[in-house]
């Protein structure tokens, strides 16, 4: 008997060209397709004149269709999970049943294609040799102001997804945490005719969307450039990190620790606490 796979097939994020080729002949050629929505998926699946029947897999299923769609697997049928838009697993359900196929012994086999924060990201202008995801960020104020405090010092390019209701309010939270100079990009609306790709330092950012309201709809990438220091500038936060520091360890030390955590100057530092010490 044939052996069971899982293709984990990407779909496009806007423009139906960017429906690869193989994914197509992957939809074509398997005996079920799991879509997030199936009612959504079906407009895909006619104009690429795949008649496959589908199947719905979504976050309130998953743990139900996962044994279905193993025993299936066992069965050695072919496989293949679809989300509404772009890449399966990205903010999107699927982990648990490409995780078990795995520990089952499963071939699970991507079939690469779009995926919004690769496309926002590469044509950012940001820093792209080192970043982090952190997909969708708090939907509440507080919480999102606790979560971005967190990722102050992160020196990583950070992309997030945001929906249009909380771009504004997001973007005055950045402006509050990480100030208003921090250089952010917005990627709206990507493969689709209203795209647009805006770079400006966080203050600017928030006067533009809201001088068009037109702006605010549609999907968003939302990216902020990582964290660097201005070598001769002590933040309040190193300020107070080196003060604490500075209680428990000799002078030199503290500041060379604090230098690595913050970037700022190991001599700058070490300047400022004999300033504050003696
Ligand atoms: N799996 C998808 C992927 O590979 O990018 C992401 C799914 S997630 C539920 C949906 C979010 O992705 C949207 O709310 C938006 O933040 C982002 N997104 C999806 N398509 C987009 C597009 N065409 N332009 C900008 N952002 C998009």
């Known amino acids: 008997?044939?052996?069971?796979?899982?293709?984990?097939?990407?779909?496009?994020?806007g423009n139906l060209q960017d429906m690869t080729q193989r994914a197509i002949e992957v939809l074509q050629s398997v005996d079920l397709i799991y879509a997030e929505d199936t009612r959504h998926s079906?407009?895909?699946l006619l104009h690429?004149?795949?008649?496959?029947?589908?199947?719905?897999?979504?976050?309130h299923n998953e743990s139900h269709r996962t044994k279905e769609l193993l025993q299936k697997l066992k069965e050695g049928k072919q496989l293949a999970l679809i989300s509404d838009a772009g890449t399966p697993l990205i903010s999107d359900p699927g982990y648990h049943i490409v995780h078990q196929a795995q520990q089952e012994g499963f071939n699970v086999i991507p079939i690469p294609g779009a995926c919004a924060l690769i496309t926002a990201l590469c044509a950012s202008g940001l820093a792209t040799d080192r970043f982090i995801f952190e997909g969708f960020l708090p939907a509440k104020t507080a919480a999102r102001k606790k979560y971005l405090s967190a990722l102050q010092y992160e020196?990583?390019?950070?992309?997030?997804?945001?929906?249009?209701?909380?771009?504004?309010?997001?973007?005055?939270?950045?402006?509050e945490v990480l100030g208003s100079e921090r250089q952010i990009v917005i990627a709206r609306e990507l493969t689709k005719t209203f795209e647009t790709i805006h770079n400006a330092p966080a203050a600017q950012m928030l006067t533009w969307l809201q001088q068009d309201m037109n702006q605010q709809r549609g999907e968003f990438v939302l990216?902020?450039?990582?964290?660097?220091?201005?070598?001769?500038?002590?933040?309040?936060e190193a300020k107070r990190m080196?003060?604490?520091?500075?209680?428990?360890?000799?002078?030199?030390?503290?500041?060379?620790?604090?230098?690595?955590?913050?970037?700022?100057?190991k001599n700058r530092l070490y300047e400022y606490g004999l300033s504050i010490s003696s």
């Open 1 to 13: 008997m044939q052996s069971g796979n899982l293709y984990i097939v990407a779909t496009p994020i």
């Open 42 to 44: 079906k407009k895909l």
């Open 48 to 59: 690429i004149n795949v008649k496959t029947p589908l199947s719905s897999f979504h976050d």
């Open 155 to 175: 020196s990583r390019t950070i992309i997030f997804y945001e929906s249009c209701h909380r771009i504004v309010e997001t973007i005055k939270d950045c402006i």
């Open 223 to 236: 990216m902020l450039a990582g964290y660097h220091a201005c070598p001769e500038e002590i933040s309040p």
């Open 242 to 265: 080196l003060a604490l520091l500075m209680n428990e360890l000799p002078l030199k030390k503290a500041a060379k620790m604090t230098a690595d955590l913050t970037g700022i100057k």
